[in-house]
């Protein structure tokens, strides 16, 4: 798969979960990365799972760790079914990859709407 920008739900999503209501140390960094973070690729064939890579002259994508920061994801009834995780480098100065992460026994085809996701 050649690169891509952010589609508007992995925009939205990463802003989210980027907003001031989920700040941590780093978080500004990381935000102001938002328009130069393209998608490289699904983490597996139909996964909206995606790995990212922000494009900063001199800056390379090392090992992963989890940022600071989570996402419940509900259902229409209210209903745990998930949650997305935000991967930065090791350093937690880079996005790295943006995870949904399901308990449902099948795997989402799309990413959920905003309004079924709640920071924690």
Same mark, same amino acid.
């Given at each position: 798969m050649a690169r891509r920008p952010l589609n508007s739900a992995e925009r939205a999503l990463l802003e989210h979960l980027l907003s001031a209501e989920a700040e941590f140390d780093g978080a500004a960094e990381l935000?102001?990365?938002?328009?130069?973070?393209?998608?490289? #690729?699904? !983490?597996?064939p139909g996964s909206v799972s995606v790995d990212l890579r922000v494009d900063e002259p001199g800056r390379h994508t090392g090992p992963s760790r989890l940022a600071p920061v989570g996402a419940a994801?509900?259902?229409?009834? #209210?209903?745990y079914i998930g949650e997305l995780l935000l991967w930065t480098d090791d350093d937690g100065r880079t996005l790295s990859?943006?995870?949904?992460? !399901?308990?449902t026994d099948?795997?989402?085809t799309v990413l959920p709407p905003i309004e079924h996701v709640r920071l924690v």
């Amino acid at each position: 798969m050649a690169r891509r920008p952010l589609n508007s739900a992995e925009r939205a999503l990463l802003e989210h979960l980027l907003s001031a209501e989920a700040e941590f140390d780093g978080a500004a960094e990381l935000r102001a990365q938002l328009d130069r973070t393209e998608v490289v #690729g699904p !983490w597996a064939p139909g996964s909206v799972s995606v790995d990212l890579r922000v494009d900063e002259p001199g800056r390379h994508t090392g090992p992963s760790r989890l940022a600071p920061v989570g996402a419940a994801v509900l259902d229409g009834d #209210g209903e745990y079914i998930g949650e997305l995780l935000l991967w930065t480098d090791d350093d937690g100065r880079t996005l790295s990859a943006l995870e949904y992460a !399901w308990v449902t026994d099948d795997m989402p085809t799309v990413l959920p709407p905003i309004e079924h996701v709640r920071l924690v």
